[in-house]
Structure formats: C-alpha cells, structure tokens
C-alpha cells in the first residue's frame, strides 16, 4: 500500500510537471504575439492597420487568459482529487495495521 502512495505522488509530480510546462508555452505565445503587436503598431505602414492588430492581440490575450484560467481551474480540481485519493490511501493503511494489531 505504501507503494501506491508513492506512485500517485510521483504521478502528481509529473502531472505537476506538465501543467507548468503547458503554461509556460502559453505565456511564451502571449509574449510573442506582444511583441508582433508593437512592431506592427509602431510600423510607418498605418495607424490604422496598427491598431486593428492591436485590437486583435487583445483578443488573443483575453482568450488565451480565459483558456488558461480555465485550464489552471480543471488542473486545481485535478490535484485535489489526487490528494484526496492519496489521503484515502493512506487512511486505508492505517486502519489495515490497526485492524492487525487489535486482531492478534
């Protein structure tokens, strides 16, 4: 049983791991599609076309903020699920042990 418990935590590790790296990749597009903003904003070519890739990017970022808040909610739920399963593990455990000692 102890066993188990240690596969769901290394299992919630790399969980843990992967959520960081997905958001990490979110943040990076963000940051990029920033910078394609202010270099299309500050371009000689138009203001207007400048500001409706503004607009745009502030869409992006709106729905990427959304999707990511909705991801970060779904993996909150996720780890609390796992914790809960870890601790019912463990309280299996240890009513097992104290099952045999009082049986002996």
Same mark, same amino acid.
């Given at each position: 049983?102890? &066993?188990?418990?240690? =596969?769901?935590?290394?299992?919630?590790?790399?969980?843990?791991?992967?959520?960081?790296? #997905?958001?990490?990749?979110? #943040?990076?597009?963000?940051?990029?599609?920033?910078?394609?903003?202010?270099?299309?904003?500050?371009?000689?070519?138009?203001?207007?076309?400048?500001?409706?890739?503004? #607009? *745009?990017?502030? *869409? *992006?970022?709106?729905?990427?903020? =959304?999707?990511?808040?909705?991801?970060?909610?779904?993996?909150?739920?996720?780890? #609390?699920?796992?914790?809960?399963?870890? *601790?019912?593990?463990?309280? &299996? =455990?240890?009513?097992?042990?104290?099952?045999?000692?009082?049986?002996?």
């Amino acid at each position: 049983m102890a &066993e188990r418990a240690r =596969q769901m935590e290394a299992t919630d590790q790399a969980e843990a791991a992967a959520h960081e790296r #997905f958001v990490e990749d979110i #943040f990076k597009e963000a940051d990029t599609g920033e910078e394609d903003g202010k270099l299309a904003s500050s371009s000689a070519a138009g203001a207007t076309h400048g500001s409706s890739k503004g #607009f *745009q990017n502030k *869409q *992006q970022k709106e729905k990427k903020a =959304q999707m990511l808040n909705e991801y970060l909610a779904e993996a909150d739920f996720e780890r #609390f699920g796992n914790l809960l399963a870890k *601790q019912l593990v463990e309280k &299996e =455990q240890y009513l097992k042990l104290l099952l045999a000692k009082y049986a002996d």
